[in-house]
RNA sequence: AGGGAUGUAGCGCAGUCCGGUAGCGCACCUGGUUUGGGACCAGGGGGUCGCAGGUUCGAAUCCUGUCAUCCCUACCA
């Protein structure tokens, strides 16, 4: 039946589609690469952003807003920043259509209506931001500027998946200037750390953390901070990415502050994004045959209430509603997100099917045998089992539920990460590794060419220079040279 | 961008080879019986077959073009 979700061991990719669309949260638009995220699937969006947001807050940013359009001239200012996203920029070239001479009702974009410059629809905003620090930054008082948005960007992938990546997309990014280099790599790893920590603890996805090697270096940066996981279908993805830009962009931009001594000098710059991806990472992490797994701390609801309704009977439905209700108004002021299931038409196994797909963490249902016997049934959606709890327990055990599910998801995830994270110090060992998927922790000589070598043989990439495992000195897997890099491998999404 | 596949009702599909005016399942509507893990029976509504041309008395079906989507590569948050 259609309604089903394609299980994983059939077709892994269908199965991730049928978690977003079946799950109900997003649909393919009619705009190519582009989707429409469902009300379920924003208000999970929400609930990420609104936790990430006041952890951003906390660390001393403010949020801003620039605009979504880049002149040309701004965005090639930067080179390495401009030569890495040309190919996959729009551009807006006129700004007005008009009827069709010689076809009436439809519209032809209007050549008298040509930019004199065309405008770049921001695949990051960099430029536009730096451009407009170079009037904001004149003294080190000035700094350090912390500076964050809330955006949507539009890089035109070739290929896109729900979620993983689309053509527009949903994001934060900071952009960063300060006095010292110091401090503008300490904010780096500062604001990496911040990621780690929602992802983990919010999100329940266990994340390496390390630094890209060159090749996978953002254009524009010195240095590109990581967060990777590892999703069900063994391949790694990168969930968050912190930037040092050095001064790149001061230069790009000519940033120069004056210091005590009345010198000008160079600001230093951090960026810094998570996106709509981290959805697609939560649901290739947890979610099972059923159907997704949502992480209590972020889910839309977090309790779904089942009172089994019976059409002819609507005094004993109200007494069941009645019921719910009361124990909704406890779990709200608990701050605990509830919603009542009360469909007349759907049976309850129905149900209960439906909200194990969309992947409500707990289900709690009240039927007339329950109410006499002063019991709900509790079940979860982590590890499907259910047991009935008395109604004055009721509330104390929903709220430990949730914080038990939130850590076992991360410990089972933890667990699936650490057994699939392999040491490797032969090459042919570390093929076959691969091909089974996950990581493969080895050493690299620190080279582009032994780096595209094995990415040619292989498919993997080298996904960090991890903060986990020692540098310790050892042989390069694939020229056999001695090196100190140790580093993680793994195929990517 | 290269390779493969697919566009027919809201969804999933059959019909296309061999042209004759569109069908099935789910969903939806009405009525009844059901209701502790995806109910059943009966009746009913909805599409001119992705789009544009062409061939033909006649095109979902044949031809040309075009657009879109999915999968595998390549690129990326």
């Keep these: 039946m259609s309604d089903f979700i394609t299980k994983r061991a059939e077709d892994i990719n269908q199965w991730y589609n049928d978690l977003v669309i079946k799950g109900e949260l997003a649909d393919y638009s009619s705009v190519r690469g582009c989707m429409v995220i469902k009300p379920y699937g924003y208000a999970l969006w929400e609930n990420m952003r609104d936790a990430l947001d006041k952890m951003i807050k ?14 040309k001239s701004l965005f090639e200012a930067e080179e390495k920043n401009a030569e890495g996203f040309a190919k996959e ?65 539009v890089r035109w992938e070739m290929r896109t998946k729900l979620f993983l990546r689309t053509a527009e997309f949903l994001w934060q990014e900071g952009h960063t200037a300060h006095a010292t280099q110091a401090e503008a790599i300490e904010e780096t790893k ?19 953390q390390g630094v890209k090697s060159e090749s996978e270096r953002f254009a524009g940066a010195d240095d590109t901070y990581t967060i990777e996981g590892l ?23 000519d940033v120069k502050y004056q210091t005590t001594e009345g010198k000008d000098e160079y600001v230093w710059a951090t960026s810094w994004g998570v996106s709509t991806r981290l959805i697609g990472a939560l649901l290739m992490t947890h ?51 509830c919603k009542i299931d009360t469909d007349l038409m759907k049976r309850p196994g129905f149900k209960f099917a439906e909200h194990e797909m969309k992947g409500i963490p707990v289900r709690i249902v009240f039927g007339p045998r329950d109410l006499e016997e ?9 590890n499907l089992s259910k047991e009935s709890i008395s109604q004055d327990k009721l509330v104390d055990h929903v709220e430990n539920l949730l914080t038990e599910i939130q850590a076992n998801i991360y410990n089972r995830a933890k667990e699936y990460r650490n057994t699939n ?58 020229s056999g040279k001695e090196t100190k890099h140790r580093v993680l491998f793994a195929r990517a999404h």
Aim: glycine share 6%; proline share 5%; aromatic share 12%.
């Design 89 to 153: 920029c729009a551009v807006v070239t006129h700004y007005r259509l008009k009827n069709d001479p010689n076809n009436k009702g439809k519209l032809i974009v209007d050549p008298e209506a040509k930019l004199e410059e065309e405008l770049v629809v921001r695949p990051t905003s960099e430029a536009v931001i730096w451009n407009t620090y170079k009037t904001w930054v004149q003294s080190y008082r000035d700094l350090p500027l912390l500076i964050n948005q809330w955006a949507n960007v």
């Design 58 to 71: 906390d660390t001393g940013h403010v949020n801003a807003y620039f605009p979504l359009f880049v002149p």
């Design 190 to 208: 500062k604001m990496l750390g911040v990621y780690a920590d929602f992802t983990e603890n919010w999100l329940a996805i266990p994340v390496y």
């Design 287 to 337: 979610s099972d045959d059923k159907g997704i797994v949502m992480p209590p701390k972020v889910a839309p609801h977090q309790v779904v209430f089942v009172p089994f309704l019976h059409e002819k009977k609507p005094e004993q439905n109200q007494i069941l509603i009645d019921k719910c209700n009361e124990f909704v108004t406890q779990f709200k002021a608990k701050g605990i997100r």
């Design 421 to 478: 994270t392999r040491e490797c110090t032969d090459y042919e060992d570390f093929k076959s590794k691969i091909a089974e998927g996950g990581f493969v922790i080895t050493h690299w000589d620190g080279t582009a060419e032994t780096e595209e070598k094995i990415k040619e043989e292989t498919k993997a990439t080298i996904r960090c220079i991890p903060y986990d495992y020692e540098q310790t000195a050892g042989k390069c897997i694939y």
């Design 231 to 253: 999703m069900q279908d063994g391949k790694a993805l990168q969930c968050g990415t912190s930037h040092f830009l050095g001064q790149n962009f001061a230069k790009a931009f």
């Design 374 to 382: 002063n019991v709900a049934e509790v079940a979860r959606r982590d």
